[in-house]
């Protein structure tokens, strides 16, 4: 009975929004106590109890700037560097110091003000930044933590964790799919916007993957698991933002090595200006005090630490946000530079769903022979070629050929033994090595489709030319729109990379309005096209499908996989990755790197600028202690807030 009524009462005992709001960030509650005692220390030393005052002035020292005071001696003691929390905490004690040695409490006072606005300052940030988290953690909680397992024809539910390969699942309508998994039974609707950034459903079906993190549309789906829930794409996703997070771009190592030489300078220049100009000028000692205490406060570069990653994480965020993914803040810099952008055409510049023209059988070879045996090697081939001729074949009813030593040959074609004889297909150049005989017939034909944007693949047996099989690509309707917008953007030199032959690459490049085309290269051969326009250009984007063009991805200043959704080597290759299968991403992945550039540019500048005024306002006029602490911590937070705006868009 007592239990019930203990589980009772916690059940309907009311909830404060403000107590858990205090909980959830204990830097505000620190300061909103700092805040309360030096309001009661101000109003008992104007009431004449001193002692009462100053005690709860010093308490209010101790509640607000305790965390700092924390962070700042164990940085000096671990890392033996200054911190610039210590340095705050070094004048405001100075002041109370000062203060109490004169019986000025008014000083005193100004110390407490400094450690409040310091505090509230402090706890505004962290609360601003943590909005960066919180679309991390969004990121992260769109899986479910649980499963429906179907065994023994019954459900149950289990962790998403326990789950194992060959399990199966029953996800409902209007669920999130908990794992990644390949369609058993059922068809549907899913939206993968958590993990694309599309808005768009796509249609799926038996043997169709779907995503963890996904969410399922009208239809109920049985999922079997194909890969365990730890390398599932979205936990892969998360993974890397959650790398990014912690990895530092250049500028900010930079900014950190130079903040411990510049705290070291303040206190030397803050010790002279204290001691030099009563000796020197004739000043009093307990002015000079003061103003060196102030230079302390305002001379600190909190705002310029503030400048970059807040937001450089917001643009992390935002892009995660809108299907894009950087894999860290060195690449956002760089995208924000680049000059020249290198496009795969296979798939990046085509739809990849590539489709055959014609079958061209040598004389007096039979046109369905020359489909069966291309198709017979293309089978054991991931390209979109072969899938395409493979397709054919299925659709005219051929029978495959089961084959042996089959070896694929990137960039150039595929071989293998078929009913005991050796079977080449693929570019002419490998597939009809010295001694093939090619008829003038052949030649003249492969020249007309190549005209026409159509690539020739050769089919070879035993060195007996059988004929060629011609396919076609469709240029994305995106892309002319795309290569517009970039040229808009200021993307001085847009060339395309390909291992198709320079009749049909010549063909795509003019209808895209592309002016270089490097055409008929292998994968170590964009690697050197890359070089060469990074010699002639400057910084160069590579985009790709993240497979067969992973060294020029690797090789480029920022290399970027399109549909990585689908692609476990787009994730592992890539420097950015666009999650959805659309080219128009990249415009958006481009104006977040330069736009993340320019607010970080902004707030270095306000940054420089506020240190140089106050320290001007402070030498020409004097500042009191609060004015000082307010200017050096308004500029902070308004340079937080402002790298806060990348989380918008």
Not at 514 to 521: G, Q, S, T
Request: glycine share 10%; charged share 20%.
């Amino acid at each position: 009975m007592a239990h019930e009524l203990s589980n009772q009462y916690h059940r309907t005992s009311p909830t404060f929004p403000i107590a858990s709001w205090l909980r959830t960030y204990p830097d505000a509650a620190a300061a909103i106590a700092c805040a309360l005692l030096t309001l009661l220390g101000w109003a008992a030393l104007q009431g004449n109890w001193v002692g009462l005052g100053v005690w709860i002035l010093l308490a209010g020292y101790v509640i607000g700037g305790y965390e700092s005071a924390r962070e700042g001696l164990t940085t000096l003691w671990e890392e033996r560097e200054l911190d610039v929390d210590l340095l705050m905490i070094v004048a405001a004690l100075g002041a109370a110091g000062l203060g109490l040695w004169q019986q000025d409490y008014h000083l005193l006072v100004d110390g407490s003000i400094l450690i409040l606005i310091f505090a509230f300052s402090g706890a505004l940030e962290t609360i601003a930044t943590q909005r960066t988290a919180s679309n991390i953690r969004a990121l992260m909680q769109i899986a479910p933590d649980t499963a429906r397992v179907l065994r023994d024809n019954r459900e149950q539910m289990m962790s998403t964790s326990d789950l194992q390969v060959g399990d199966r699942i029953l996800v409902k309508p209007g669920e999130f799919v908990p794992t990644d998994g390949l369609i058993a039974s059922g068809s549907s609707t899913l939206n993968e916007a958590p993990i694309t950034g599309e808005s768009m459903p796509v249609e799926k079906t038996a043997g169709d993957e779907v995503f963890g993190g996904t969410v399922n549309g009208a239809g109920a789906l049985t999922l079997e698991i194909h890969k365990s829930p730890e390398s599932s794409l979205i936990r892969r996703v998360i993974s890397l933002v959650e790398q990014a997070q912690t990895t530092e771009p250049p500028s900010q190592q930079f900014l950190e090595r130079f903040e411990r030489g510049y705290a070291r300078a303040i206190v030397v220049t803050g010790i002279l200006l204290g001691t030099l100009p009563p000796v020197l000028l004739g000043w009093n000692w307990e002015t000079t005090i003061y103003r060196a205490l102030v230079f302390l406060v305002v001379a600190s570069p909190c705002a310029l630490m503030a400048a970059i990653m807040p937001a450089l994480l917001s643009a992390i965020a935002n892009g995660a946000r809108n299907g894009i993914l950087f894999k860290d803040g060195t690449q956002l810099e760089r995208m924000a530079r680049v000059r020249a952008i290198a496009f795969d055409k296979t798939g990046t510049l085509t739809t990849g769903q590539v489709q055959v023209g014609a079958v061209i059988p040598a004389p007096g070879v039979p046109e369905d022979r020359v489909l069966q045996l291309a198709a017979s090697l293309e089978v054991y081939s991931e390209h979109p070629i072969g899938e395409a001729i493979v397709n054919r074949a299925k659709m005219g009813g051929l029978d495959l050929i089961p084959g042996t030593d089959i070896q694929a040959k990137a960039g150039l074609g595929i071989v293998g033994n078929l009913e005991g004889k050796t079977v080449r297909v693929g570019k002419v150049a490998f597939a009809c090595p010295e001694g093939v005989e090619i008829p003038a017939i052949l030649r003249d034909r492969e020249r007309e489709f190549q005209a026409e944007g159509q690539s020739a693949i050769w089919v070879v047996s035993d060195d007996e030319l059988l004929g060629i099989v011609t396919v076609a690509d469709q240029i994305r309707t995106q892309a002319p729109a795309l290569l517009d917008s970039l040229r808009q953007m200021g993307i001085e030199s847009i060339v395309m990379l390909t291992g198709d032959h320079t009749a049909t690459a010549n063909s795509v490049a003019d209808s895209l309005g592309i002016d270089r085309v490097f055409a008929e290269l292998l994968p170590e051969d964009k690697v050197d096209a890359i070089a060469d326009l990074q010699r002639t250009c400057g910084t160069v984007a590579m985009v790709g499908d993240g497979i067969n063009d992973a060294p020029a991805l690797a090789r480029a200043d920022v290399g970027i996989a399109m549909g990585g959704a689908g692609t476990d080597v787009a994730l592992e290759t890539a420097d950015v990755v666009l999650m959805a299968d659309r080219l128009e991403k990249l415009v958006q992945a481009v104006a977040i790197g330069r736009r993340s550039q320019r607010i970080i540019k902004q707030n270095i500048a306000f940054a420089l600028a506020s240190i140089a005024v106050l320290l001007c306002v402070n030498f020409i006029a004097g500042l009191t202690m609060p004015l000082g602490v307010l200017g050096h911590e308004g500029s902070t937070l308004l340079v937080t807030l402002n790298g806060l705006r990348m989380l918008r868009g």
